[in-house]
């Protein structure tokens, strides 16, 4: 927590002249060349910023005919709150604010406020923030299906309940996204109870920096070479996580083993094709990204927004009014789903030497 709060003093400390400059240019716009900004966060953490949200959010602030700009940080803190002062002096009413840390979000946010913008917090909750509302999925649910869909893979499988006590490792996403903690909280949640009880042993477990799949693999292999191979199961936090640890699977000639992921992406729905992923958790991005549109929009029509929850922003000690989107799993029995849905192209995901798996039903292990 301490951590937390330094990089949230830092960021505000860097950033305030700019960003406090930036709300004061805004005053003498003129003209507004946006009404409406979107600040998204990289394209390492997972693909679904530009294959999805993106074009989503374009395609809804379009059709609400606003003028927009959804812009991509690519993981680096000064470009977003770059992004942030740019969509201030441009005349946005509204930024929908998808941080790669809490302290970049709430530098944002403050600046943004002072400007008199509104903003939300899209995707991840900004611990710390000044948002009128989140936009998101449930993410402890998220968890939840992750440590479900684990213990049925490892049941299936004969390592629960014949007295094995297998080891299962943990990849966590980025300790600076909220979002993190809490897929492992929700996970925890189903799977702690398990363990206390004998039926697995916890073994090494790594909060992934940045979510970057190149340090997941380099985490994973460390995991492995510490444990001389003994892992049963992994509890991954998304797709990009699981493909990390397929590839160290596969670089060490080991078998196939439980494993999670998130994010219903077309590398994670081939390695649940192909036996290597046991599962995702498919968040259709289309209900959030037009859920936060229609706040946007609503905000610049002084519209009366609806939610459906709060959430707790435990630093800055505040119920966040919240849009949350229920999230659901995808395995070899309903893979199709997010491409019948028309949120993955079928054409990238059966390519190459994944046509085979398309082509023919596999029971799930």
Known sequence: MKKLFLVL?????????????????????????????????????????????????????????LKYSVVNAQGDTNTQITQGQTCITSGAKVILVDALDSGTGAAIEKAAKAAGVKTIDYDRLVLGGSSSYYVSFNNVTVGKLQGQALIAAMTAKGLIGAGKKPVVAELDGAPTDNNATLFAKGAHKVLDPLQKKGEFKWGPKQAVTNWDNTIAATDFNQMLTKTGNKINAVLSANDGLAGSVVTDLKNHKLKRMPLTGQDATPGGLQNIISGWQSMTVYKPVPLEANAAAAVAVALIKGHKVT??????DSVGKRNVPSILETPLVVNKLNWMKPITDKFVKKNLVCVGSFKKYCKTYTKPY
Not at 307 to 312: A, E, L, P, V
């Open 9 to 65: 003093a830092l960021a505000v400390l860097v950033s305030s002249a700019v960003l406090t400059a930036a709300a004061m240019a805004r005053s003498k716009t003129s003209k507004a060349s946006v009404q409406v900004c979107a600040l998204l966060p990289d394209t390492k953490s997972s693909v679904r910023y530009q294959l999805f949200d993106s074009p989503l959010l374009k395609k809804a602030f379009k059709k609400a005919g």
């Open 307 to 312: 939610t459906n929850g709060k959430t707790f």
